[in-house]
């Protein structure tokens, strides 16, 4: 949203984002243009020797293909999202204009602590002395942790009201977005006078901004990445609030670090049939163990490891089929699907 509307007024706007669905150029964007593949083949040779030297992790890597190919390509602005945590992530590096903490959920425990709160504070990492840190998190106690971790590096803070929502026109479904649009629109008005976009283009570029794979309706498909709890539990709410047509079956495919107790009793909740399979993308070691997740039980769960069967049967006898659970879930099925592809 904070892209659309920078577009919207004009700038040429650099968009990094992660993870990617099918390939992963998606997370490089300038100008709503993907990094060409021979651009990101010349900057992969270039910082071999140097990703090789400081034996650099995968997202670092891409990191660093991102800053020099938006930099190579003249964006006037970027917008970079966090990979995991910030305060040790490697878009840290960059000097911003604003930060902003959107909402905190527990997932990635393993990196980022045990706690909301403990979270909070790897999130808050990413403010700077001097300078906006906007915090869109709505849970008083960790509101509380991100002001303190703010205030101690010096960062002036703009809070977005718990409660408030934005009241115009949308282009991303559910009503989580209207929590977003409204943080969006802190995160604006929060940059410097020189980037900072006028009412039309935020109105314009809040309305026009869409990302694949959130509440994605393509025919009798419905792609959403939801892979946490409160995701999902957003995305139940958007099932109930638009309605699609019945009977609707789901795949899903949760990785292992995720609480996926949680999320497979909110979507079994609103489905007719819950499909339950691997993403052949996802790392081996984040792999669930299926027979642990079916015995949740319950009607209409159907176990198919293998996941291509899974994608075809899913769709019998469906007027809608939902594919969620994880990015790797949604971009493995959107890569079976002709035309499906973020890219093409």
């Not at 099918?22 to 010349?42: K, Q, T």
């Not at 393993?110 to 709505?138: C, H, M, N, R, T």
């Not at 609030?241 to 949680?262: E, F, Q």
């Given at each position: 949203?904070?892209?659309?509307?920078?577009?919207?007024?004009?700038?040429?706007?650099?968009?990094?984002?992660?993870?990617?669905?099918?390939?992963?150029?998606?997370?490089?964007?300038?100008?709503?243009?993907?990094?060409?593949?021979?651009?990101?083949?010349?900057?992969?040779?270039?910082?071999?020797?140097?990703?090789?030297?400081?034996?650099?992790?995968?997202?670092?890597?891409?990191?660093?293909?991102?800053?020099?190919?938006?930099?190579?390509?003249?964006?006037?602005?970027?917008?970079?999202?966090?990979?995991?945590?910030?305060?040790?992530?490697?878009?840290?590096?960059?000097?911003?204009v604003v930060t902003a903490v959107t909402a905190v959920s527990l997932e990635?425990?393993?990196?980022?602590?045990?706690?909301?709160?403990?979270?909070?504070?790897?999130?808050?990492?990413?403010?700077?002395?001097?300078?906006?840190?906007?915090?869109?998190?709505?849970?008083?106690?960790?509101?509380?942790?991100?002001?303190?971790?703010?205030?101690?590096?010096?960062?002036?803070?703009?809070?977005?009201?718990?409660?408030?929502?934005?009241?115009?026109?949308?282009?991303?479904?559910?009503?989580?977005?209207?929590?977003?649009?409204?943080?969006?629109?802190?995160?604006?008005?929060?940059?410097?006078?020189?980037?900072?976009?006028?009412?039309?283009?935020?109105?314009?570029?809040?309305?026009?901004?869409?990302?694949?794979?959130?509440?994605?309706?393509?025919?009798?498909?419905?792609?959403?990445?939801?892979?946490?709890?409160?995701?999902?539990?957003?995305?139940?709410?958007?099932?109930?609030?638009?309605?699609?047509?019945?009977?609707?079956?789901?795949?899903?495919?949760?990785?292992?670090?995720?609480?996926?107790?949680?999320?497979?009793?909110?979507?079994?909740?609103?489905?007719?049939?819950?499909?339950?399979?691997?993403?052949?993308s996802a790392p081996a070691e984040r792999i669930s163990n299926l027979t642990?997740?079916?015995?949740?039980?319950?009607?209409?769960?159907?176990?198919?490891?293998?996941?291509?069967?899974?994608?075809?049967?899913?769709?019998?006898?469906?007027?809608?089929?939902?594919?969620?659970?994880?990015?790797?879930?949604?971009?493995?099925?959107?890569?079976?699907?002709?035309?499906?592809?973020?890219?093409?």
């Amino acid at each position: 949203m904070v892209a659309s509307a920078l577009e919207q007024a004009g700038h040429r706007v650099a968009l990094y984002t992660s993870p990617h669905l099918v390939e992963v150029r998606e997370r490089m964007m300038v100008a709503g243009l993907p990094i060409s593949p021979s651009a990101f083949a010349m900057w992969t040779n270039r910082l071999r020797d140097a990703v090789e030297e400081c034996q650099a992790s995968f997202f670092e890597a891409t990191t660093a293909i991102a800053l020099a190919d938006f930099s190579a390509r003249g964006a006037d602005i970027a917008v970079i999202e966090v990979g995991l945590g910030g305060r040790l992530d490697a878009t840290n590096v960059v000097n911003p204009v604003v930060t902003a903490v959107t909402a905190v959920s527990l997932e990635h425990t393993d990196y980022l602590g045990e706690s909301l709160e403990g979270i909070a504070a790897e999130k808050a990492g990413i403010a700077k002395s001097g300078i906006p840190f906007v915090i869109g998190e709505e849970n008083a106690s960790v509101v509380a942790v991100l002001r303190e971790t703010a205030e101690a590096r010096g960062a002036p803070i703009a809070e977005v009201s718990p409660g408030l929502e934005y009241d115009g026109r949308i282009g991303m479904a559910g009503p989580h977005q209207r929590r977003n649009a409204a943080v969006a629109q802190v995160v604006l008005a929060a940059l410097p006078s020189e980037w900072r976009p006028g009412e039309d283009a935020i109105e314009g570029g809040i309305a026009a901004a869409w990302l694949p794979g959130r509440f994605d309706r393509r025919g009798k498909w419905l792609f959403d990445v939801a892979h946490n709890p409160s995701a999902v539990a957003a995305l139940a709410r958007t099932i109930r609030d638009l309605g699609v047509s019945r009977p609707l079956n789901a795949l899903i495919g949760v990785l292992n670090d995720k609480d996926w107790a949680s999320m497979l009793d909110a979507v079994q909740s609103e489905v007719d049939s819950l499909w339950i399979s691997t993403p052949p993308s996802a790392p081996a070691e984040r792999i669930s163990n299926l027979t642990q997740l079916a015995s949740l039980g319950g009607a209409g769960l159907v176990l198919e490891p293998d996941f291509d069967a899974a994608l075809s049967g899913v769709q019998r006898d469906a007027r809608t089929v939902l594919v969620t659970g994880s990015f790797h879930t949604v971009g493995d099925a959107m890569s079976r699907l002709p035309g499906f592809a973020p890219l093409g």
